[in-house]
């Protein structure tokens, strides 16, 4: 049975937390330049609170866990994000610190220029982590910008049955190797997935590391779509047809989707298109994470490319 907003799922997801100002220019310069940009948004992003805000927007209950800096930048992130819905009153401040943060140009073909900062002193402890409020959860998504973090959530849901999945995107590969064996589902991007295997092969990569990790394994492939490995097979679902506008967070977006309708009860397929179809309606919007789509206009997509 599929549960929908009247008994949301209950997530908690872990990662960095940043402040993007995202700008919208005709092109990328790749010298000396001023350039007056056409839109921007200031937004609170990072990988898992971009999947945080999706899952949220299409029903679901999430928690962040995270570091910021108690600053004003700070406290710009945690307003934007709770009023988007998302629980933030677990994230740690840290005092003399600095929020972290990205500049990104994103050009009229969609291409784009990121540049992000990390505070050190934000530091990597793990020993203030709410371990107690894993009690009632149905869900945790860690992403791979503080591996201290992900490793001590995905262990301890581990003990605990809860489903854990890992967004595996480019890191250090001995990090990778760490941190994906811990989840159920381990979702990369294609180049994060070619760091972790050491290889430009992906299919015969993904029955190999399935089977030897007894983890679902997949790859976004960004307009190629998604590949996984179940039951030794690979299997491929094709994105929906669109006009990309902006990707940045597509693949966030994507990973909060597929959590949640793993979540739901959805076959792998189904959660994979469901996914799909959210990742690409945010391509069609400017603003990262401001692009994330309702439920509504998610299903109706899955509906029309997929059917019911």
């Not at 190629?224 to 039951?231: N, P, Q, R, V, Y």
Request: a neutral charge.
């Amino acid at each position: 049975m599929i549960l929908r907003k009247n008994n949301p799922k209950k997530f908690i997801s872990l990662g960095a937390c940043v402040v993007d100002t995202i700008l919208k220019v005709p092109k990328l310069s790749a010298g000396d330049a001023k350039i007056m940009a056409q839109d921007g948004v200031v937004i609170g992003a990072g990988m898992a609170v971009a999947a945080a805000a999706t899952t949220v927007a299409l029903g679901g209950d999430v928690k962040v866990w995270g570091r910021i800096g108690n600053d004003s930048v700070g406290d710009f992130f945690l307003k934007d994000l709770s009023s988007v819905g998302v629980d933030t009153s677990s994230i740690r401040r840290v005092e003399g610190a600095k929020t972290a943060m990205s500049s990104v140009l994103v050009d009229e073909k969609g291409h784009r220029l990121v540049v992000s900062y990390f505070d050190t002193l934000l530091g990597s402890d793990v020993s203030w982590l709410p371990i107690h409020e894993l009690e009632d959860i149905d869900c945790v998504l860690a992403d791979v910008r503080w591996p201290e973090g992900a490793s001590a959530i995905m262990n301890e849901a581990r003990k605990k049955g809860i489903l854990r999945i890992f967004d595996g995107d480019v890191a250090d590969p001995a990090v990778l190797r760490e941190l994906a064996p811990l989840a159920t589902h381990a979702i990369f991007s294609e180049p994060g997935f070619k760091l972790f295997s050491g290889s430009e092969d992906i299919k015969t990569n993904l029955i190999e590391h399935s089977k030897s990790l007894g983890v679902l394994c997949g790859v976004t492939r960004g307009h190629k779509g998604f590949i996984w490995c179940e039951h030794g097979e690979i299997k491929e679902i094709r994105p929906p047809k669109i006009e990309a506008v902006d990707t940045l967070a597509a693949g966030d977006v994507f990973h909060g989707a597929f959590a949640l309708g793993v979540c739901e009860g959805m076959s792998i397929l189904k959660a994979g298109q469901f996914a799909c179809a959210a990742a690409a309606i945010k391509c069609t919007r400017f603003g990262g994470r401001k692009g994330v789509p309702s439920r509504d206009d998610v299903d109706s997509l899955v509906n029309a490319t997929y059917g019911k």
